[in-house]
Every structure is written in C-alpha cells, then in structure tokens.
C-alpha cells in the first residue's frame, strides 16, 4: 500500500496556510514566528486553533479563529499547483497495480477541491482525513489506525511525507518512509534523511 501526504507532498500548498497564518496574525496584532511555525505545521484545524488560543492567549474561541482561517483560504486550493511529476509517478503506480491511498491533515474540503481539480481520484482507493481519527500525524497510534482502515499492517505501508514529524510517526508505527523535500521545512532535511528510509528532492527521482 502506497500513502501519500497531500499538502507539500502531492500539492505545492504549504504557501497557502503561511500566507493565511501571516494576514490572520497581523489582523490580531501578533508576528509570526518560527515557534509559531512548528506549533501548527502539519496539524488538524482544531489543534492549530488550541494553540493559536493559547500561545497568544486570545479571547476569541477555537470555533471563531477556524471560521476566519477558512474565510482567508477561501478558494486557494482550486489553485494550488501538482508538485513535479507526481501525475507521472501514480500513473506508473497505477500501472504496476499498487493499492494507493491519501492520508492527510488536510480540511476535507480543501482535500477534495485539489484532488478533483487535478483529477487526482482515479488513483486513490480512499482519502482518509487525521481530522476524522482526532489527531495529528504525529503520533504512532494514527498511523496504525489509517493502516487498520486500509485493511494492512503498517509495515505493508510505504508512507511518502515532507514533514518531519509525521515522518517520524509514521516510522515508529513501522511503515517504510519516504521524505520528500518541500520548502516550508527547508531546515529539516537532515533530520529528514536520518529518518526516512529515502529521501527525494521530488518525484522525479522514482521515475
């Protein structure tokens, strides 16, 4: 089973949520930081807005900050570019019978706009959302439970990913790892290498 991240892996859309990040601090009088940056990479919306909560100790509720966070990402992902060659790498998947789903913390319906726009659906069997399992791809236990939901065991699973922490999770679950590089995590491609199974600049390096 091939599983795939969608934001920075198959899409080139981790712009997307630092730009809403950057006018949405602004509009609150606060600056965006590198602690800030790693507190919400990569996390479920609900998870961002508790810390955003919480960090800057905000008067506005979890509900409040996510409704304006949608309200500034808008249409963004009818948008957002394919990363290089990814059509090309499923299509070749596709053809040597791979079973291939989609994993991501994603907001369902941004998931879907860019999938559908890209017509990215007739290669994925399932997308299954970390939103609907509670956690981020973090955590070992998550990876398990996508695994169980696609009917394998994680060590059947080869996980593709460019953030550092899901990389991480999805290695302690037992899934073979591929990172793949992306710049909104330019600073971890150390780290990167040291922990997946292989490292790739871009899917161009499978073909």
Same mark, same amino acid.
Request: glycine share 6%.
């Given at each position: 089973m091939l599983l795939f991240d969608l934001d920075g892996t198959l899409i080139d859309s981790n712009g997307v949520w630092v730009d809403v990040d950057m006018v949405f601090l602004a509009r609150?009088?606060?600056?965006?930081?590198?602690?800030?940056h790693d507190?919400?990479?990569?996390?479920? $919306?609900?998870?961002?807005?508790?810390?955003?909560?919480?960090?800057?100790?905000? &008067?506005?509720?979890?509900?409040?900050?996510?409704?304006?966070?949608m309200e500034l990402a808008k249409d963004a992902y009818h948008d957002v570019p394919l990363k290089p060659?990814?059509?090309? =790498? $499923?299509?070749?998947?596709?053809?040597?019978?791979?079973?291939?789903?989609?994993?991501?913390?994603?907001?369902? &319906?941004?998931? &879907?706009?860019?999938?559908?726009?890209?017509? $990215? #659906?007739?290669y994925f069997e399932r997308i299954i =959302?970390?939103? #609907? $399992?509670?956690?981020d791809k973090k955590s070992p236990a998550v990876f398990r439970q996508a695994a169980e939901l696609l009917g394998v065991k994680p060590r059947e699973c080869v996980f593709f990913d460019d953030s550092l922490t899901a990389c991480k999770g999805a290695k302690a679950a037992g899934m073979t790892v591929v990172g793949v590089q992306d710049n909104y995590f330019h600073g971890s491609e150390a780290d990167m290498r040291e922990v997946c199974d292989q490292f790739i600049s871009g899917f161009g390096d499978l073909l």
């Open positions: 609150h009088g606060f600056e965006y930081s590198q602690a800030y507190g919400v990479a990569h996390s479920i $919306l609900q998870n961002c807005a508790v810390f955003t909560r919480n960090h800057f100790q905000m &008067e506005e509720s979890c509900e409040e900050i996510i409704a304006e966070w060659y990814v059509k090309e =790498y $499923l299509e070749r998947c596709k053809s040597a019978g791979h079973r291939m789903a989609v994993f991501t913390a994603c907001v369902p &319906e941004h998931c &879907e706009t860019a999938v559908l726009r890209h017509g $990215l #659906d007739v =959302y970390a939103q #609907d $399992l509670g956690a």
